[in-house]
């Protein structure tokens, strides 16, 4: 029997194979083996675009609607939502469904053969401090696999499948905190670890505790926008009218990136359109105007996320705008950042501190903590988590692939 792991992602995705005790990646895109998680509706040729296809379609302008960070939305009242798609309408669900069966042809096309099985990542907590949406949001997600043709389908806690690559790296016996910071959500577990039990089959007992919340990347993204960016289109000025302040909801909605569509609509144009005229600073308020009109969101989305990667390695970042106005542009410094987010990496040292606590431990009893997901490059994600296990060594590994790689791994054995 031939099985794939699957670790599908809110900012990207990679799928393997698993062939006795063989396991490789599956090649997705120009013979990468990650690709972003995005889909791109053409309108102009009648097709669907993946990954880092989609996504350039998108932003040379063709005509048609991207989707990006697909799985935010199975934690979300957005699950039930529709997008329209040219002249129709179809559920969000849907499209998730799209990019999974994309998936698995990809690892069919690598193995030379159907793949039915699945070893599918999920994170700890889809929902937070709802048990009864958690385990909607994996019911839903078990359909969408089923509807993609597989028919055997097994969850893994994605901070689990990080701990067993990580696995493969020591020389002794660890107490490892694993902290997957992704797209979307982060997740943490304590775990035994070391090369006397990898070869054992049933490691529930290595798994001290597992918690998670939802909190990742793509949060980071909406401060950020909200801070620096959504002021130049008007957030927060006043409509001379009684006094009051721009409507904030549609900036909340550009400012997030699986609704950025829904603020595309004639009623948001015409809405806007007055307000161009009673607003104190109208010059802002049309930039905000012509993101809607031009259907621009996402391309400010995107330059908003460069900005962040940017602050990860650098003090000083601008976000473009040139595309909404010539030379318009937003600086941002890294401490303009980390005041931005500061209410979500506290979250994320109290989720630390919790799991630690979840295993009847201390932070001083930690001898490791593995960082792992793209968002764990920030540094003061990186700052906050530390602080929960401060005498702890911190390592890291592949930021985007350990968790694709320890759900192949595991794969192989269940």
Not at 8 to 35: C, Q
Not at 214 to 238: E, I, K, Y
Not at 264 to 274: I, M, Q, S
Not at 293 to 304: E, I, P, S, Y
Request: glycine letters at 8%; one cysteine or more.
């Amino acid at each position: 029997m031939i099985a794939c792991r699957l670790d599908f992602g809110t900012s990207n995705s990679a799928i393997g194979i698993a062939r006795g005790n063989a396991v490789a990646l599956a090649p997705l895109e120009d013979g990468k083996t990650l690709m972003p998680s995005a889909v791109f509706f053409d309108y102009e040729a009648h097709r669907v675009l993946f990954g880092s296809a989609a996504i350039s379609a998108y932003v040379g302008q063709t005509e048609g609607r991207l989707m990006r960070a697909l799985k935010t939305i199975l934690g979300s009242p957005l699950i039930d939502e529709e997008t329209r798609l040219g002249s129709r309408k179809v559920p969000l669900a849907e499209v998730v469904g799209i990019f999974v069966r994309h998936l698995k042809h990809k690892a069919e096309a690598f193995a030379g053969q159907e793949v039915t099985a699945v070893v599918h990542g999920r994170p700890v907590r889809f929902v937070d401090g709802d048990e009864q949406a958690d385990a909607r949001a994996q019911a839903v997600l078990e359909t969408i696999a089923r509807q993609a043709g597989f028919s055997h389908v097994v969850f893994v806690p994605e901070p689990i499948a990080a701990a067993w690559h990580y696995e493969q790296t020591v020389q002794a016996e660890e107490l490892v905190l694993i902290a997957d910071i992704g797209g979307g959500t982060s997740d943490f577990s304590v775990v035994r670890i070391g090369p006397q039990r990898r070869g054992r089959i049933d490691r529930t007992g290595d798994i001290l505790a597992t918690t998670g919340v939802r909190v990742g990347g793509t949060d980071f993204d909406s401060a950020l926008s909200l801070a620096a960016v959504m002021p130049l289109f008007g957030l927060g000025t006043r409509l001379a009218e009684k006094d009051l302040t721009m409507p904030n909801a549609l900036y909340h909605e550009l400012a997030t990136w699986a609704t950025i569509n829904f603020a595309y609509t004639y009623k948001n144009e015409r809405e806007v359109g007055g307000l161009v005229l009673e607003a104190c600073e109208p010059e802002k308020v049309r930039r905000l105007l012509t993101v809607i009109g031009k259907r621009l969101g996402h391309r400010v989305a995107f330059a908003v996320e460069d900005a962040k990667i940017a602050l990860s390695a650098g003090r000083d970042a601008a976000v473009s705008l040139d595309l909404v106005e010539k030379s318009l542009a937003a600086p941002v410094t890294r401490a303009d950042f980390e005041r931005a987010i500061r209410t979500r990496t506290d979250r994320l040292c109290e989720a630390a501190r919790d799991c630690i606590a979840a295993a009847d431990l201390d932070g001083a009893a930690i001898d490791t903590v593995f960082l792992t997901g793209g968002s764990s490059r920030v540094p003061a994600v990186r700052a906050a988590i530390a602080e929960a296990a401060p005498a702890a060594r911190l390592a890291t590994g592949s930021d985007l692939l350990s968790v694709a790689s320890g759900l192949t791994q595991m794969a192989g054995r269940l």
